[in-house]
């Protein structure tokens, strides 16, 4: 059962979420998609006092688009919890000598870093405020990296393109030049 | 409730290689970013390749109805540039600061990720906002 614990190699599990595409028309003629979900959870909450005309729908319609992200909770919770490797994540050279000169300690066993994600009024803040702009973004550009870059893109349509160019552009500039700052000025 | 089960186990399918391709990791998508490691692109070219070519080959082969009987059609996304390219960068800038896009907090969130749980609240919060100023947005 080692390949159950083991990290999983791109070619590997590229195929696998590329397949989530075919495997969504088939069950239900569904486009795979994950922001969407998003929308269907504000639907679900909005208050009666403050409706605003996006959210007004039937989210009904769209059980089964939650139940797929339920599902991918429970994924997460099997690969990383009841199946999780105690390996940190094996990051290339260059990758592991950026990290130190950031000022962040190299991977320990977690996928995400202590210094951004441990619990603090600090951390917090900031993982909400760049939660609000991934919500903000991928509901004006209509999809994320699945709904854009796997589906559209396996789809051949151009507005994909345009997102995942833009997507992909929002990142080199945050990962080039905030992140380097955020630990040490 | 039986008819949902499938996307239930598909979910489950999808959340556990985010996971074990570490495609949910921060540090995978800082080295994805500063092109160190071809880990993420294989994943995504691969996860692209695969999609193009079973799209074809349904098209090829007149598959015709889904599972429940609907037919197959592929939704086109509306015309436009200004939304996807804007959209998209905000999107990104937030994805390259906290390395979790929308499927990958999920699943993050499933491991009792305390920090996941934070950003999928604002990303909640995004949404609204994005539908509250919907009109006054160019497009």
């Known amino acids: 059962m080692d390949w159950l614990v083991h990290p999983w190699p791109w070619y590997v599990a590229g195929p696998l979420i590329g397949l989530m595409v075919p495997l969504m028309l088939f069950i239900g003629n569904r486009s795979f998609g994950i922001s969407n979900n998003l929308r269907h959870l504000c639907a679900i909450t909005q208050p009666p006092t403050v409706e605003v005309d996006f959210f007004r729908y039937n989210w009904k319609e769209h059980v089964w688009s939650l139940v797929f992200v339920i599902g991918t909770g429970l994924g997460g919770y099997l690969a990383g919890v009841v199946f999780a490797d105690p390996n940190p994540v094996q990051l290339s050279q260059a990758a592991q000598d950026m990290l130190l000169s950031w000022g962040f300690l190299l991977p320990s066993g977690s996928l995400v870093p202590d210094e951004l994600f441990h619990t603090s009024v600090r951390n917090f803040t900031f993982l909400f405020a760049c939660g609000v702009l991934v919500g903000f973004g991928t509901r004006y550009a209509g999809g994320c990296t699945s709904g854009h870059a796997i589906t559209g893109l396996s789809t051949l349509q151009l507005p994909s393109l345009y997102a995942v160019l833009g997507i992909f552009g929002g990142g080199l500039i945050a990962s080039w030049f905030l992140v380097p700052h955020m630990l040490i000025g | ?139």
């Open chain 2, 1 to 139: 409730m039986f008819r949902y089960l499938p996307y239930l186990l598909v979910g489950i399918l999808f959340g556990f290689v985010l996971v074990k391709s570490e495609a949910a990791s921060w540090y995978r998508i800082q080295e994805m970013f500063h092109f160190q490691n071809f880990h993420m692109f294989g994943i995504l070219f691969s996860a692209i390749a695969t999609g193009v070519v079973s799209i074809q080959i349904i098209k090829r082969l007149g598959r015709k109805k889904a599972l429940d009987g609907q037919a197959i059609d592929i939704p086109e996304k509306a015309p436009g540039t200004v939304s996807y390219v804007v959209g998209g960068l905000i999107f990104g800038f937030g994805w390259g600061l906290i390395g979790l896009c929308p499927g990958p907090m999920f699943a993050l969130a499933g491991t009792g990720s305390l920090g996941a749980m934070v950003v999928l609240a604002g990303s909640l919060h995004g949404t609204w906002l994005y539908g509250a100023l919907k009109q006054h947005l160019p497009h």
